[in-house]
């Protein structure tokens, strides 16, 4: 197992280098200059040349990918070009509000599209079936911020009901802050349940006609205890996996939401980055998400070969 971890962790340490290679490569071609996007069209050949040299941006694109990942290890990001501080306090400020939605995205996302699962597969062919699958296949398809759209217009300009914009610490006011959170963190989870149905489904159906679950129920046990006991702690190994794959979508899908309800976290500031050529930010944020990602999928493929042969062994 010591070596299986060994492994995992090499790999995550691999992916990692070749995201801040990507990233850095692709920030690199966008068309402009950082230095004179932060003076204006104004600013003099001379100041523009000093700010180049102080941001590194003279030196060849390996000399300045080696001084920032040299820095990265360490800790330091760099320091933004607009802000001008550095990028690790940015991220920290902004980071918990992308990390509150997320994860109660994640935990919506997992109870009812389990739940949803679940359903489909013991009412397989009935009207409950085709409903949810048929919700499932939609959720999937429709576009986040189309969704938000949807939900500002409606619950928030017709009816009046929630906020459209903004983020409140549910640590300064809990009431507010659950009413603005409402919103996005729905339209965010709902590709996830989408996704968790259908697959929950998928392996449910699978594992109920199992030989196992046929004896069970010559044996005279409840339908209840056979697919909370015996059914769905199997069926649940393939979608604990998936789960770790939905925090990148999660993270991924935090860059539109944060953008449609105004919401400050780590999405916002990574685009308004991009429009102010703040290259500084962006291979930061896409570095901090890719290592919750990484650490978040290793956490998965530690628990995942252990805790699938304890499963089967007592099935």
């Excluded at 490569?25 to 000093?50: H, M, S, W």
């Excluded at 300009?157 to 549910?170: A, E, M, N």
């Excluded at 409840?222 to 999660?250: C, F, S």
Aim: charged fraction near 15%; include cysteine.
């Amino acid at each position: 197992m010591s070596a299986y971890i060994i492994r995992r962790l090499l790999l995550g340490i691999i992916v990692l280098f070749v995201v801040t290679i990507i990233v850095f490569l692709f920030v690199k071609i966008i068309p402009g200059d950082p230095a004179l996007t932060v003076l204006g069209f104004d600013a003099t050949k001379e100041q523009i040349e000093a700010l180049r040299q102080e941001l590194w941006l003279d030196r060849p694109t390996i000399v300045q990918y080696w001084h920032w990942l040299t820095g990265a290890i360490k800790g330091d990001l760099g320091q933004s070009i607009m802000y001008r501080r550095d990028v690790s306090s940015l991220i920290a400020m902004r980071l918990p509000i992308t990390l509150h939605l997320a994860i109660m995205a994640f935990i919506l996302s997992t109870v009812l599209g389990i739940t949803a699962g679940i359903i489909c597969a013991i009412r397989w062919g009935k009207i409950s079936d085709s409903i949810i699958s048929l919700f499932a296949n939609v959720g999937i398809a429709v576009p986040v911020f189309w969704l938000g759209m949807l939900g500002i217009y409606y619950f928030g300009l017709t009816l009046s009901w929630l906020p459209i914009q903004g983020y409140t610490s549910p640590f300064d006011d809990f009431w507010q802050s659950t009413r603005q959170a409402i919103m996005p963190t729905i339209c965010l989870a709902i590709p996830s349940i989408a996704i968790l149905a259908r697959q929950t489904r998928s392996t449910m159906l699978e594992v109920v006609r199992q030989d196992y679950i046929r004896t069970a129920r010559i044996k005279g046990l409840k339908e209840r205890v056979i697919i909370m006991k015996h059914a769905l702690k199997n069926a649940l190994i393939p979608v604990i996996t998936l789960l770790g794959v939905q925090i990148g979508i999660l993270v991924g899908g935090s860059v539109l939401i944060e953008n449609v309800f105004n919401i400050p976290g780590m999405g916002r500031l990574m685009v308004n980055a991009m429009f102010n050529q703040d290259y500084m930010i962006v291979q930061g944020v896409v570095m901090i998400s890719a290592l919750v990602v990484v650490l978040v999928n290793l956490l998965v493929d530690i628990w995942h070969p252990a805790r699938q042969q304890d499963l089967y062994l007592v099935s």
